[in-house]
């Protein structure tokens, strides 16, 4: 009997194993990749430019534009090395004339052109600068590669000389959402955090309160209210005032007998 439920079990592990490791494999874990960038040109048309920014698989393939800029005719010149991959697919990306220097927040959710979602594993953003006539000088690509997965990925990449500024974070799904039924009672808008911003949220009770800011790693960054409150509802003013470097971030509250966390995005 024993060998019999032995051969059993080995037939069922041959059986199955294959099918959790494709599972595993396989996985489609839902998130965001928030990427953090400022432009600076060195020549040419300075402070105008081209731009292109996407995303790539790690074996090359395009999964989705999300930046384009340039004018018409300059677009499939002076970026060629996007149009060459994306074949010019602008299918949920943010387009727009030749632009200036500045700070970008490229925010990505996981799918592709058909809005399907992708597989985890590794990933690269792509950018194409260009801000010069010349084709081959005045003009830089690069590229930062993440992993799209169950785990967290935070990246600050060394400043280049035409980026500078950057912050790289995936982060999935399941990290920084509310902890009960009650996330509508707490929200933070707007939300990339700007001067206007303000912590939103509802008591019951009277409570004690105690809303506190995270970084990405779970390190406290500082402490944005404690203090007894009564029922009602609040709104807190959230102004960074250029303290917090530009990231993903948790905005955390507890009441006693409930939790909440938000994700916000700072920007500069």
């Known amino acids: 009997m024993k060998k019999t439920i032995t051969r059993l079990a080995l037939i069922m592990a041959m059986v199955m ?30 402070p105008n430019n081209c731009l292109a920014a996407w995303i790539e698989d790690a074996s090359g393939t395009f999964i989705k534009t999300k930046f384009k800029y340039c004018n018409s005719g300059n677009g499939n010149t002076h970026l060629a090395t996007w149009v060459a991959k994306s074949g010019s697919n602008v299918v949920d990306a943010t387009t727009g004339t030749t632009r200036t220097n ?10 592709d052109v058909s809005t399907a979602l992708v597989a985890d594993g590794t990933y690269k953003v792509w950018l194409e600068f260009a801000f010069a006539s010349s084709l081959t000088t005045g003009k830089v690509t690069t590229s930062f590669s993440f992993t799209k997965g169950v785990n967290a990925d935070h990246q600050t990449p060394a400043n280049m000389t035409n980026f500078t500024g950057m912050t790289l974070d995936w982060v999935p799904t399941f990290v920084g959402v509310a902890e009960n039924q009650e996330k509508a009672n707490f ?27 995270y970084d990405i790693s779970g390190k406290l960054v500082k402490v944005i209210l404690d203090e007894n409150q009564n029922a009602g509802t609040y709104n807190l003013p959230l102004s960074m005032n250029g303290t917090i470097e530009p990231g993903i971030y948790f ?18």
């Open 187 to 213: 929200t933070v808008s707007p939300n990339p955090v700007n001067n206007q911003s303000t912590i939103n949220y509802s008591l019951n009770d009277y409570s004690d309160v105690s809303i506190s800011l």
């Open 102 to 111: 500045g700070q970008l927040t490229l925010v990505w959710n996981g799918t």
């Open 17 to 46: 194993s294959p099918l959790l490791f494709l599972n595993v494999a396989h996985a489609q874990t839902t998130g965001t990749l928030t990427f953090v960038f400022t432009t600076t040109s060195t020549g040419g048309y300075t």
């Open 251 to 268: 905005v955390k509250m507890y009441t006693g007998n409930t939790q909440h966390t938000e994700r916000i995005i700072i920007t500069k």
